[in-house]
């Protein structure tokens, strides 16, 4: 339809124009049962007065469109069913921050698919027990005897591998190893006679570890010890408060190391944070 000078459209002429069009359409082949359901509010919204409204047809006419039922297509869109309670943590670093001692591809299998599933895991046996999953990781695992026996080996498997893998990442850096120092250097030193000393004590407690668990330095009773869990048993079940931890399970080396964990420890020194060991260091001793 030209538009007349000075850029408006006469809105009764597009009314008029769309009404003789719905006329004819009525007039049409169809098949009577379905020019008998046409709704004439529709076929004016599709037949244009959507691009009437745009160069200035009335209100009334363009209400015609927005009367429409509009279908909500973000309704569908729902990505997860429900809340969970619990999600992987991102790591710290990117996956080949830990080179060469630690590969990437190691990194990113261990991290997406072994910590996502234990992750995944969690949740699925959380199902059902909204009063497990509003509380924390620490919470749960301290008071396992509280968690209702069919879920409890689920719980305390899938749980210990999320709070060991939480806080395994933790204990790494780029640029990591040398010695702690301070507080911890000393103590490491009155409980062990060396950092050497400790160092050795610390791998065979990870080579001694049959079949697949953790190696820890634990504060007990206000003292460092060492110790070792099976599977994925925490510091709870350790009786302690970790200020360092190994994971020696094969997924945490193999590919670089096949089955040679002690090479794996030896290599583990150099990206250990001690930072972040002495803030536990600090915060187990309260």
């Known amino acids: 339809m030209p538009t007349p000078p000075g850029g408006r459209v006469d ?125 924390s990781i620490d919470d749960i695992l301290k008071n396992l005897d509280s968690v209702p026996e069919n879920i409890r080996g689920a719980v305390r498997n899938n749980g210990g591998g999320h709070w060991n893998h939480s806080l395994f990442w933790q204990l790494m850096k780029k640029g990591g190893g040398g010695e702690p120092k301070g507080d911890l250097a000393a103590a490491i030193n009155a409980s062990f006679g060396s950092f050497a000393g400790f160092k050795e004590k610390f791998k065979a407690a990870g080579l001694g570890r049959f079949g697949s668990g953790w190696a820890w330095l634990l504060v007990k009773d206000g003292k460092l010890t060492i110790d070792s869990t099976a599977n994925q048993d925490t510091q709870y079940i350790a009786g302690g408060k970790a200020v360092i931890g190994i994971d020696v399970w094969e997924h945490a080396y193999y590919l670089k190391y096949q089955n040679v964990r002690g090479d794996y420890i030896d290599a583990w020194w150099n990206v250990v944070n001690w930072d972040k060991a002495a803030e536990l260091y600090s915060a187990a001793k309260k």
Do not use: W
């Open 11 to 135: 809105s009764d002429v597009v009314e008029r124009g769309l009404r003789r069009r719905y006329n004819r359409a009525q007039k049409s082949t169809r098949p009577p049962k379905l020019r008998a359901s046409m709704d004439r509010r529709k076929f004016l919204a599709t037949s244009g007065i959507f691009g009437a409204g745009l160069f200035g047809a009335s209100n009334a006419a363009s209400s015609l469109l927005h009367a429409e039922p509009r279908p909500d297509f973000e309704s569908n869109l729902n990505l997860e069913d429900k809340p969970v309670a619990f999600s992987v943590p991102p790591l710290p670093y990117p996956n080949d921050a830990l080179e060469p001692y630690i590969d990437a591809r190691t990194m990113e299998i261990h991290h997406d698919k072994h910590h996502g599933a234990y992750v995944t895991n969690l949740n699925k046996a959380l199902e059902g027990h909204p009063d497990l999953q509003a509380k």
